[in-house]
């Protein structure tokens, strides 16, 4: 139990263009997503936590009408990444926690990222 | 504001060689503790998670960690480690509330890269 997708895996992207990136939880109901990015060789840096139904709150430093998130369901959150530029290149994953069988809400459980290269 | 500490960037190891992944972090209130894996090309898995109770963890995989609360650590073990074993290890603690209690937003160390030679 406790699956989380994303869609899509890899994605490359002329600079200038939005891309939507899609996480899902597969089997169970996900009452917050959070959205975070991975540089090569760095940790996971929070970008923003979706509660559904609500507007997302964003990390100081998070641009948040770059980086779109909604989370319209208990299933699934989109980020969209507007106006991509080659900076905005990078590894994205998200996680969701929720009631899942045995476990508490604190515990997050992660897709297995999207990679973004903006030419 | 709550912060984690991974001293251990890189390890080798040989198989069957004992492991000790140190993580310390910062707040000293109300925590709640995870080790996650992170396989070649694969996506962060939960080891184990530390919220209550005894404060040694049993995980999966024979994985363990050991909760000290006068130290601020939460130092992952494992007796004999295995070739399979080879990935990447963070640790994460939630971020504090003002007043006690914790979210369930998580800080994350920098993470551990670990390599065991066959």
């Known amino acids: 139990g406790a699956v989380v997708s994303q869609h899509p895996s890899w994605v490359i992207c002329k600079s200038g263009t939005s891309v939507k990136i899609e996480c899902r939880s597969l089997?169970?109901?996900?009452?917050?997503m959070f959205w975070y990015r991975q540089f090569p060789k760095q940790s996971l840096m929070l970008m923003a936590t979706s509660n559904e139904g609500s507007k997302a709150t964003y990390e100081q430093g998070v641009e948040k009408d770059k980086f779109l998130i909604n989370h319209a369901s208990l299933t699934l959150s989109t980020l969209t990444v507007t106006s991509a530029h080659p900076e905005d290149s990078s590894f994205y994953i998200c996680s969701a926690s929720g009631r899942a069988t045995g476990n508490s809400y604190e515990t997050q459980y992660f897709g297995p990222g999207t990679r973004l290269l903006v030419l | 504001a709550q912060s984690v500490s991974q001293h251990n960037h890189h390890v080798i190891l040989s198989e069957a060689a004992s492991l000790e992944l140190g993580c310390n972090y910062s707040?000293?209130?109300?925590?709640?503790l995870f080790w996650y894996v992170q396989y070649p090309g694969q996506h962060l898995q939960l080891l184990l998670k530390?919220?209550?109770?005894?404060?040694l963890v049993k995980g999966i995989k024979g994985f363990e960690a050991e909760f000290i609360k006068s130290k601020f650590s939460f130092n992952l073990r494992k007796p004999s480690v295995q070739w399979s074993d080879t990935a990447e290890y963070f640790c994460?603690?939630?971020?504090?509330?003002?007043?006690?209690?914790?979210?369930?937003?998580?800080?994350f160390g920098t993470g551990t890269l670990l390599a065991v030679q066959p």
């Open positions: 994460a603690v939630n971020d504090p509330l003002p007043y006690g209690g914790a979210t369930n937003k998580l800080i």
């Open positions: 530390y919220f209550s109770g005894d404060p």
């Open positions: 707040y000293g209130g109300t925590v709640n």
């Open positions: 089997d169970f109901q996900a009452t917050t």
